[in-house]
């Protein structure tokens, strides 16, 4: 049991991971370009991420992503039902997808999201005030 556990297990973290990982990767190497090096003693050298961190006060952008998407799922939720967004939302194409791996919805990522941090997210994306709680966890989550 445990085997089998482990084989459809592992792939699904270590994607998870990886996205996580690209994402630290892009956002450092987007922050080294806009802080640029640092001189000391004459010598220019690359800012370490330690000092990234100092310089964007601990902000995590994939966290910050991560809340947006939220923010935005808990706005469309609310939405009324004659609402443009929520009709495109709620739309089902009429053709097929085509062969080959699925695609990921941008709702397959919410539920995702939403799966590690709060168990009935249903009942909580309807009252505002629990759902800016949400929103300022995802924040500061990992």
């Not at 010598?43 to 998407?69: G, S």
Request: charged share 30%; with cysteine.
């Amino acid at each position: 049991m445990s085997k089998i556990l482990h084989r459809r297990l592992v792939p699904y973290v270590k994607g998870i991971l990886g996205e996580y990982r690209r994402g630290f990767n892009f956002e450092r190497k987007i922050l080294r370009e806009i802080f640029g090096p640092t001189k000391e003693c004459q010598i220019w050298r690359i800012r370490n991420n330690d000092e990234l961190d100092k310089l964007i006060k601990h902000e995590n952008i994939v966290n910050y992503i991560t809340a947006q998407r939220l923010s935005w799922f808990g706005h469309i939720q609310r939405m009324s039902e004659t609402g443009a967004a929520k009709k495109i939302f709620k739309w089902n194409p009429l053709t097929m997808r085509s062969r080959g791996r699925p695609k990921h919805r941008w709702e397959d990522n919410i539920v995702q999201d939403l799966g590690q941090m709060i168990k009935n997210w249903i009942t909580c994306v309807l009252d505002r005030a629990k759902w800016k709680v949400v929103v300022e966890k995802a924040k500061t989550s990992n």
